[in-house]
C-alpha cells in the first residue's frame, strides 16, 4: 500500500492554503464565453500601461542569446542597482520576483522551533514561506488594517529570526511613516532580520512614507525587498532584488538556486530602470485612477481603506463573495480578499481611466441588483 503523501508533508506544509491568484483573462472568457478584448481586469497590481517600448527592445536584442545560461551572478542589473540604491554590489540580492527573496530568507533563517512574525492582512507569500520550512507563523493583530508595530514587536522572542513588514501593505494599502519604522527597528532585538517590504515603494515616493534605504547603514539587520513587477511593469519576467549587509546577502546567495533570474529578465530590469519617464507616467496614471476609484466610491455610498499602493480595498458593507460573481459576469475581474481576513472588501487594482470606468460602472449595476 502507498503512503498517505499528504500525511507525510510536513507539518507546516499540511496546513497551508495555496496561493490564490487573481483571476486569468484567458480563463474568465472560456468561462463566459466572453471576447478577452472586452475583459477588464483589475486583479493582479499590474502596471496598466502595458511594457515600456525600451524593455521591449532590450528583450528582443537579448533574444539572440537564449541558448546560453543568464549571467548567474547579475552583474550588470546589480551595478546599476548599487548606484541607484546608495549600496555596495555585494549587498544586492537578485530574485525571481521579490518572492524569491522571501522564500530565501526562509529558508536560510526559519526552521522547525524557530518562529516568523507578521501582521493580519499582511501579503499571503509570508505564510507560505515561513510554514514551507517548518517554521511557526506569529500573525499579530492589525490596527486599523494596518501593522501594529508596538504588538508585532512584543510578539518577538528568542527564536524569531525574522519579521515581514510591507509598507505600504498589500492587500490593505497601509503604510506606516518614517518615525514609526525608525522606532520599530531600534527596538527589534538584534537577532532578527526585518524584512521591509517595500513592492510599491514606486508609487509613494515623495510623500510621508519611508525610504527604507535611508535606514540601510544604521540596521545590519534591516533587508528591503523591492520589485520590477508593480511600477516597472514586469510582472511576468519575475525579477525582484533584496538590499542588506553583505553578510545577508551572502548568505542567502548560498540557497539561491544558480540562475533564479533568466537573461530577458536582466536585460528587461536594466533597460526599465533606465526609464524613469515609464515611471512617472504610472504614477500620474495612478493618482489619477486612485481619485476616480474614490469618486466613483464616494457616489456609491462606499467607503475604502486609504492606500499607497496602486490598488485600493473598497468597504461593501456586505458580503463581497456575490459581488464578486456579478462582476465576473460582467467581464470585470477584481480580487476578493476574504481568504485575507477580509469578507466585506473587494481589492481594486487600480487601471486605466476607461478600466476604471467600466469596473465602477458595473459596480453600480452589481450593487443595483441587490
Ligand atoms: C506583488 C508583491 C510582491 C512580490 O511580487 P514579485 O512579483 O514576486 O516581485 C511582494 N510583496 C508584496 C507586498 C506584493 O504585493
Same mark, same amino acid.
Given at each position: 500500500?502507498? $503512503? ?28 463566459? /464565453?466572453?471576447?478577452?478584448?472586452? &475583459?477588464?481586469? #483589475?486583479? @493582479? ?6 511594457? @515600456? ?18 549571467? $548567474? ?5 546589480? @551595478? ?20 524569491? &527573496? ?9 526552521? =522547525?522551533?524557530?518562529?516568523?512574525? %507578521?501582521?493580519?492582512?499582511? *501579503? ?12 511557526? !507563523?506569529?500573525? &499579530?493583530?492589525? +490596527? ?19 519579521? *515581514? ?43 510621508? #512614507?519611508?525610504?527604507?534605504?535611508? %535606514?540601510?547603514?544604521?540596521? =545590519? ?14 510582472? @511576468?519576467?519575475?525579477? $525582484? ?7 545577508? !546577502?551572502?548568505?542567502?546567495? +548560498? ?40 469618486? $466613483? ?12 499602493? /496602486? ?15 456579478? #462582476? ?7 480580487? =476578493? ?12 487594482? &487600480?487601471?486605466? =481611466? ?17
Amino acid at each position: 500500500m502507498s $503512503g498517505n503523501f499528504l500525511a507525510l508533508a510536513q507539518p507546516g506544509v499540511q496546513q497551508l492554503s495555496p496561493y490564490v491568484p487573481g483571476k486569468p483573462v484567458d480563463e474568465l472568457a472560456r468561462e463566459l /464565453n466572453l471576447d478577452p478584448a472586452k &475583459i477588464v481586469k #483589475l486583479a @493582479s497590481n499590474e502596471n496598466p500601461l502595458g511594457p @515600456s517600448p525600451k524593455v521591449l527592445a532590450a528583450i528582443r536584442e537579448e533574444l539572440a542569446e537564449l541558448t546560453r545560461y543568464p549571467d $548567474g551572478n547579475g552583474f550588470v542589473l546589480k @551595478s546599476l542597482l548599487a548606484e541607484r540604491c546608495r549600496v555596495e554590489l555585494s549587498q544586492v540580492t537578485l530574485g525571481n520576483g521579490s518572492n524569491d &527573496i522571501l522564500e530565501l530568507v526562509a529558508r536560510a533563517y526559519l526552521a =522547525p522551533g524557530l518562529n516568523a512574525v %507578521f501582521s493580519e492582512h499582511a *501579503f499571503a507569500v509570508y505564510p507560505i514561506v515561513t510554514q514551507a520550512v517548518g517554521a511557526e !507563523a506569529r500573525v &499579530i493583530a492589525a +490596527r486599523d488594517w494596518g501593522h501594529d508595530l508596538p504588538a508585532m514587536l512584543a510578539a518577538i522572542d528568542a527564536q524569531t529570526r525574522v519579521v *515581514f513588514i510591507a509598507n505600504p501593505n498589500n492587500p490593505t494599502g497601509t503604510w506606516f511613516g518614517a518615525d514609526a519604522l525608525n522606532e520599530f527597528l531600534q527596538d527589534v532585538p538584534g537577532h532578527v532580520l526585518v524584512v521591509l517590504d517595500e513592492a510599491y515603494i514606486e508609487y509613494a515616493e515623495g510623500g510621508d #512614507l519611508p525610504d527604507g534605504l535611508d %535606514f540601510l547603514a544604521a540596521y =545590519p539587520n534591516l533587508l528591503v525587498s523591492r520589485t520590477f513587477s508593480k511600477a516597472y511593469g514586469l510582472a @511576468s519576467l519575475r525579477v $525582484g532584488y533584496g538590499l542588506s549587509t553583505a553578510v545577508v !546577502a551572502d548568505v542567502l546567495n +548560498r540557497v539561491r538556486q544558480p540562475f533564479n533570474v533568466n537573461s530577458l529578465a536582466l536585460a528587461a530590469a536594466c533597460a526599465a530602470l533606465k526609464d524613469a519617464e515609464y515611471l512617472e507616467e504610472g504614477r500620474r496614471i495612478n493618482e489619477s485612477g486612485m481619485q476616480q476609484l474614490q469618486q $466613483g466610491f464616494r457616489e456609491l455610498g462606499l467607503g475604502w481603506i486609504a492606500s499607497k499602493g /496602486n490598488f485600493i480595498c473598497v468597504d461593501l458593507a456586505q458580503e463581497a463573495a456575490p459581488v464578486f460573481q456579478g #462582476l465576473l459576469r460582467e467581464g470585470v475581474i477584481v480580487r =476578493p480578499v476574504a481568504n485575507y481576513g477580509m469578507p466585506n472588501h473587494l481589492r481594486i487594482t &487600480i487601471g486605466l =481611466p476607461a478600466e476604471n470606468s467600466r469596473f465602477l460602472e458595473a459596480l453600480a449595476k452589481v450593487l443595483a441588483r441587490g
